[in-house]
Every structure is written in C-alpha cells, then in structure tokens.
C-alpha cells in the first residue's frame, strides 16, 4: 500500500470519526432540549434548569436565554438571572431587549421603584448622538410590556432630539393602544399637517382602535376636530380626504358628498372625486346619492367630459338596481328606465362598446317589461358583435336560453346551456349553465335527471350555484318518492316554471290544485313558499306576509323556516314599513336558527337597526350600550 493512499484512508477515517462525535453531540444537545422543554411544560422547573443550564453553558443563544431566563424567574432565582442578562447586555451592541428584560427581572423581585428608576434611565442615557433605531428599538421593547406611556416618551424625545425623526403615526397608535383615544386624533392630525400624502396610512390604522359605528363619541370628537383643520387649513388635501373618508365610515354619505363636491372643485379634479364617490355610494346601496352624483358629472360634460361618458352608462345599472331592490315599482319606472337605456345607446358610435348597454336592456324588455320578442332579438344581436369575448358571449348565450324558456322553447334553451356547459367545463360559466339544464329538466318532470346533474354541482367552487343546487336537491329528495304517482311533485315545477314565466294566475292555480287534492302533502310548506313569491311578485305584501307567517307557526322545524323568518323580515323591513317587527324577526333567526345561510346578513341588519335605538329603547330591548348580546352571542 502506497503512502499516499494510506494518508488518504487515515484522512477519511479520522473525517468520519470527527462527524460522529460532532452529530453525537449535536443528538445529545438536541435531547437535553426536549427534556427541558418537556419539564417545563409540565411545571417541574427544578428538572428543567438542570439541562437548561447544561446547554446554555456550551450555548448561550438568545432563544435558549428566553427559555432559560423564564424558568430562572419561575424558581425565584434571580440572582442567577441578573447574571446571564448583564453578560448579554455586555455582549450586544445596543441590547435593549436584554436591557429592558433586566427592569423585568427587577420587577419580579418585587422592586417596582427599581425598575422605574432603571427604565427612566435607559431612556435618558438616549441622546443627540443616539442613532433613532435606538430610539425605535426601546420604545418597541417597552410596547411589549405594554407600557405605552413609556414607549410614548421614548419616541417622542427622539423627534426632539434628532432632527427630521417623525413618529408621530408610531406615537398614535400607541396613544390608541393605550386608550387615550384624543391624544392619538391629535396625533394622526398632526402628522396629516406635515405630510398630506400620510393620510392612506393613518386610514388604514384608525379602525383598528375606532369601530365608526359604535364609538360614536369618538368619531364625533374626530369630525369635529377634521371640520377645524379643515378651515384652517383649506390648502391641505389630506384633511379633506380624510374628512370624506370618515363620513363614509360613519355612513353619513351626505356630509361626504357635500365635501367630495368641494374637494373635486378645488383640486380642478374635473369630476374624478365625484365620479369615484358616484361608484362608491352604488357599492353601497345608496342609490338616490349614486344618482346625484353621476348626474353632476353629466350635467358638466364639457368639463368632465371622460367621467361624464362613463357616468351615463353606470348611472343605468344604479336606476336599475333602485328599481328592483324595490318590488313597488311601477310600469312608468320601467319604461322611463328603457327609455334611458335607448338615449344612452343611441350617443355610443361604437358597436362593441354598446354591449353591456344592451344586455342590460335585453334583461329589462325579458324579465320586467316582458316583451319577450324583443329580448331574443336583442340577445341573438348580441352574440354578432364584434370584439365581444368569449366568456361575456357564453353570458349572452345562458341570457339568450332563459328568454327561450320564457317562450317555453325548452329543449332550444337546454342546447344552449349544454353548449356553454362543454365549451366551459372547469369554468363557473360552466357550473351555471349547467345548473339551468338541470333545472330546466326539473320543470319539465325528468327529476333523475335533474337530480344526477345536481350530485355533480354539489361541490361546485362557487357557493351560489353550490346552495342552489343542494336546495333543488333536497327538494327533489324529499318529494320525489313520496308520491306514487308523481303528479303533485310533477304539477309542483310546473308551477315554479310558470312563476319563473311570470304567469303568476296559472301557477296559482296549479298550487292550489295539489292543496286541494293532497292537503297534507309533504310538498305543502313548499307551496306556501311559492304563493309567497307569487304575492311578491304581484305586490301584494300583506298576502306575501300572511304565506310566510303560516310557514314559519305551521312548520318551524322544516327546511324553509329560516327563509321564511328572513323573507319576512326584509318584508317588514322594506314594503311594509315596520322596522321593529323586522328586528324581532332578525333577532329570532339569529337565536332560533344559529345555522342558517342568513345569519351573516340578518346579524348586519340586526345591529344596523340597534345603532338607531335611543338609550332608552335599548334598555327596554335589552341591548345595552356595550352590547353583549349583539357582540357576544352573536
């Protein structure tokens, strides 16, 4: 054997000698560590310290420091704990974790004077000459003792001591933390006065100490200080913004539509602020505003003539929304409304650019005017444009099937939708199509059909389309076998589709045929439901109410209570004018039916109407000012 092979081979053994010592000592370390972590855990902290002590010895790292300083404190140790902390303020450069960790070892002994003194120490030895991470670092380690007060002086004697250091957003929010809610106003306005463009920061921080809905003498105190910056300071863009911004929090719209109009005017905006504040208010359902608004950036179309093209399109989706969140509609608002849509159309020179304009007619002339003819033209149009996508295309295609069902065209309607189905599969466009072909079958009495295509829809990624299908399932499930021969559940969709064609008297009339035949059917609180849409439909409220009332005493423990309650709800609410009755109702779908798909929306509701109760009315509700039962119950 050569020397030069020997010298490699005794290289190689004494490598894999030094490896295995080394991966020993690394197990050994690894197992002292859970067995102190697993004595601690279990509060044997005498055991504990015995391997934490080992380890820290041979490794002094800060994570085995925190470790081994809380079971030192545990044992009352603290002499021991004094040491390790000073010889890791020894080894840092600036150490204020370890610093501010000695004031809490202090104040474990019981030594509450010494640890102050030790604190304001720290803080004074903080100078001219100090870098403001110092600063930041001390104040963050006393925001984690909660000491805010002192966290707050750190910072602030930075911005006095080193120039261009601004904290006062880091000092708001502490003030918020602590509770002192007008020092942290005060704070964020500060800053909004040195920096304007600040102010989509401090948007993003106030609700997190202020609920605008509730904390009304907060959000009073800050409008009332906004409305003084504002005057005094009328140059300053952020004050106006963030005036807006906190009517809206507030959902008082029409405060923020006053200054919206003033900011738009003397930023030389040319509509942009009213245009956007236009979008926003439709978001939220403040239809009459949304209005307003658009119809100011229209009526100065010269100036604001880019917003002003876009204004006259989307003001039709608000008129329309406001038509039909409302049943009480007439058929003046529709055809004033159509109207509108044909002015708007007839100024637009680009055909593609029409489209949406004319899908939104297509749906008014369909499913509330009811000139059917007319709907398929201008759906079968559609599909002819040019530069219209494919996906928007399949849209018209599911729009142009409904029409098709509404002239009982069936199996014309269910090729179409098969045809979006294939074309978009793995698509939610797909999902929907689908779902209208398998309630079209539905309709005509193919429920194994149905129901094999509704199995499939169960899981779908949108949860509408997932809800309505499990709904029609159950329905089918539920009735289907019921019946030998069929043809109340048969007569039953028939009825849902007249109901869908409008042809509310002949459904009326099939319903009452099956109540007469089977009264007791298990298919009855369905129909219930049914004569209930139909009176919507027709607005007749106080016959819709009369159907769901019968529900909701009849068969409280059936599948449709919940919607009733909250159908009734929206009813009392909305056409019948009688909010408290609404709020009762509310208030028992969220006790009564904890699991209901309308909890989110009727818990919303519910609070929205006691935020209008006076102190006095709320006691007699039993809501109190901090409410628990709205906060905690639900």
Same mark, same amino acid.
């Given at each position: 054997?050569?020397?030069?092979?020997?010298?490699?081979?005794?290289?190689?053994?004494?490598?894999?000698?030094?490896?295995?010592?080394?991966?020993?000592?690394?197990?050994?370390?690894?197992? %002292?560590?859970?067995?102190?972590?697993?004595?601690?855990?279990?509060?044997?902290?005498?055991?504990?310290?015995?391997?934490?002590?080992?380890?820290?010895?041979?490794?002094?790292?800060?994570?085995?420091?925190?470790?081994?300083?809380?079971?030192?404190?545990?044992?009352?140790?603290?002499?021991?704990?004094?040491?390790?902390?000073?010889?890791?303020?020894?080894?840092?450069?600036?150490?204020?974790?370890?610093?501010?960790?000695?004031?809490?070892?202090?104040?474990?002994?019981?030594?509450?004077?010494?640890?102050?003194?030790?604190?304001?120490?720290?803080?004074?030895?903080?100078?001219?000459?100090?870098?403001?991470?110092?600063?930041?670092?001390?104040?963050?380690?006393?925001?984690?003792?909660?000491?805010?007060?002192?966290?707050?002086?750190?910072?602030?004697?930075?911005?006095?001591?080193?120039?261009?250091?601004?904290?006062?957003?880091?000092?708001?929010?502490? /003030?918020?933390?602590?509770?002192?809610?007008?020092?942290?106003?005060?704070?964020?306005?500060?800053?909004?006065?040195?920096?304007?463009?600040?102010?989509?920061?401090?948007?993003?921080?106030?609700?997190?100490?202020?609920?605008?809905?509730?904390?009304?003498?907060?959000?009073?105190?800050?409008?009332?200080?906004?409305?003084?910056?504002?005057?005094?300071?009328?140059?300053?863009?952020?004050?106006?913004?963030?005036?807006?911004?906190?009517?809206?929090?507030?959902?008082?719209?029409?405060?923020?539509?006053?200054?919206?109009?003033?900011?738009?005017?003397?930023?030389?905006?040319?509509?942009?602020?009213?245009?956007?504040?236009?979008?926003?208010?439709?978001?939220?359902?403040?239809?009459?505003?949304?209005?307003?608004?658009?119809?100011?950036?229209?009526?100065?179309?010269?100036?604001?003539?880019?917003?002003?093209?876009?204004?006259?399109?989307?003001?039709?989706?608000?008129?329309?929304?406001?038509?039909?969140?409302?049943?009480?509609?007439?058929?003046?608002?529709?055809?004033?409304?159509?109207?509108?849509?044909?002015?708007?159309?007839?100024?637009?020179?680009?055909?593609?650019?029409?489209?949406?304009?004319?899908?939104?007619?297509? /749906?008014?002339?369909?499913?509330?005017?009811?000139?059917?003819?007319?709907?398929?033209?201008?759906?079968?149009?559609?599909?002819?444009?040019?530069?219209?996508?494919?996906?928007?295309?399949?849209?018209?295609?599911?729009?142009?099937?409904?029409?098709?069902?509404?002239?009982?065209?069936?199996? %014309?309607?269910?090729?179409?939708?098969?045809?979006?189905?294939?074309?978009?599969?793995?698509?939610?466009?797909?999902?929907?199509?689908?779902?209208?072909?398998?309630?079209?079958?539905?309709?005509?009495?193919?429920?194994?059909?149905?129901?094999?295509?509704?199995?499939?829809?169960?899981?779908?990624?949108?949860?509408?389309?997932?809800? %309505?299908?499990?709904?029609?399932?159950?329905?089918?499930?539920?009735?289907?076998?019921?019946?030998?021969?069929?043809?109340?559940?048969?007569?039953?969709?028939?009825?849902?589709?007249?109901?869908?064609?409008?042809?509310?008297?002949?459904?009326?009339?099939?319903?009452?045929?099956?109540?007469?035949?089977?009264?007791?059917?298990?298919?009855?609180?369905?129909?219930?439901?049914?004569?209930?849409?139909?009176? /919507?439909?027709?607005?007749?409220?106080?016959?819709?109410?009369?159907?769901?009332?019968?529900?909701?005493?009849?068969?409280?423990?059936?599948?449709?209570?919940?919607?009733?309650?909250?159908?009734?709800?929206?009813?009392?609410?909305?056409?019948?004018?009688?909010?408290?009755?609404?709020?009762?109702?509310?208030?028992?779908?969220?006790?009564?039916?904890?699991?209901?798909?309308?909890?989110?929306?009727?818990?919303?509701?519910?609070?929205?109407?006691?935020?209008?109760?006076?102190?006095?009315?709320?006691?007699?509700?039993?809501?109190?000012? %901090?409410?628990?039962?709205?906060?905690?119950?639900?």
């Amino acid at each position: 054997m050569s020397k030069n092979f020997q010298h490699i081979v005794y290289t190689f053994c004494i490598s894999i000698l030094f490896m295995v010592g080394f991966s020993s000592d690394a197990y050994s370390q690894n197992t %002292d560590l859970q067995m102190a972590q697993y004595y601690y855990e279990n509060a044997d902290f005498e055991k504990a310290k015995l391997y934490y002590e080992k380890i820290y010895s041979s490794n002094p790292s800060t994570s085995l420091y925190t470790e081994y300083l809380n079971t030192l404190l545990e044992l009352k140790e603290f002499k021991e704990a004094e040491k390790i902390t000073k010889k890791k303020i020894k080894e840092e450069r600036f150490g204020y974790f370890f610093k501010v960790k000695l004031g809490e070892i202090y104040e474990k002994k019981g030594e509450t004077e010494e640890a102050n003194k030790y604190y304001a120490e720290l803080i004074e030895d903080l100078d001219e000459k100090s870098n403001p991470s110092e600063y930041s670092m001390l104040s963050n380690e006393f925001e984690r003792l909660l000491k805010y007060d002192l966290a707050i002086e750190t910072l602030e004697k930075c911005q006095s001591n080193v120039p261009n250091a601004n904290y006062s957003i880091a000092i708001a929010n502490l /003030y918020g933390m602590k509770g002192d809610f007008e020092k942290m106003v005060d704070s964020y306005l500060n800053q909004i006065e040195k920096r304007p463009t600040d102010v989509n920061r401090i948007k993003q921080y106030l609700p997190r100490s202020i609920n605008f809905q509730e904390d009304t003498d907060i959000a009073d105190m800050l409008r009332i200080k906004l409305l003084k910056k504002v005057q005094k300071n009328p140059e300053n863009n952020g004050f106006y913004d963030l005036l807006i911004w906190m009517f809206q929090q507030t959902g008082d719209f029409e405060s923020a539509y006053i200054q919206v109009k003033a900011y738009d005017k003397r930023t030389k905006a040319k509509g942009e602020k009213i245009y956007k504040f236009a979008k926003l208010c439709a978001s939220n359902k403040q239809f009459d505003l949304a209005i307003e608004s658009y119809e100011t950036v229209i009526k100065n179309e010269n100036e604001f003539n880019f917003f002003s093209i876009a204004s006259k399109q989307e003001i039709l989706d608000v008129l329309k929304n406001k038509i039909f969140s409302n049943a009480s509609y007439t058929s003046n608002d529709l055809l004033n409304l159509k109207s509108r849509y044909l002015k708007t159309i007839s100024g637009i020179p680009n055909i593609s650019d029409r489209a949406p304009l004319v899908e939104g007619l297509a /749906y008014l002339e369909g499913f509330y005017i009811h000139d059917i003819d007319t709907a398929e033209i201008l759906y079968r149009d559609l599909l002819t444009y040019p530069g219209i996508s494919i996906k928007n295309k399949a849209l018209y295609k599911i729009s142009l099937a409904d029409i098709l069902m509404l002239k009982n065209q069936v199996w %014309d309607a269910s090729l179409l939708y098969m045809q979006v189905e294939k074309q978009f599969k793995e698509d939610v466009i797909g999902s929907m199509a689908k779902f209208k072909n398998a309630k079209l079958y539905y309709y005509t009495g193919d429920f194994e059909w149905s129901q094999n295509q509704l199995d499939g829809l169960k899981a779908s990624t949108s949860k509408l389309i997932s809800n %309505d299908a499990i709904d029609l399932s159950l329905l089918i499930t539920d009735n289907y076998n019921m019946d030998t021969t069929l043809i109340n559940m048969q007569q039953f969709a028939q009825a849902d589709l007249l109901i869908f064609q409008n042809k509310l008297v002949e459904a009326n009339q099939k319903l009452g045929s099956i109540t007469k035949r089977a009264p007791d059917h298990t298919l009855a609180d369905e129909i219930l439901y049914k004569k209930y849409e139909i009176a /919507y439909k027709k607005q007749e409220f106080k016959k819709a109410k009369s159907f769901l009332e019968k529900i909701i005493s009849t068969y409280p423990e059936d599948i449709l209570a919940d919607n009733a309650i909250y159908k009734l709800a929206e009813l009392e609410e909305n056409q019948l004018n009688n909010s408290k009755a609404a709020f009762a109702l509310y208030e028992k779908l969220l006790f009564d039916y904890p699991g209901s798909l309308f909890v989110v929306e009727a818990r919303k509701r519910y609070r929205k109407y006691a935020e209008t109760l006076s102190p006095q009315e709320k006691t007699s509700t039993g809501i109190k000012k %901090d409410d628990t039962k709205i906060e905690t119950r639900f």
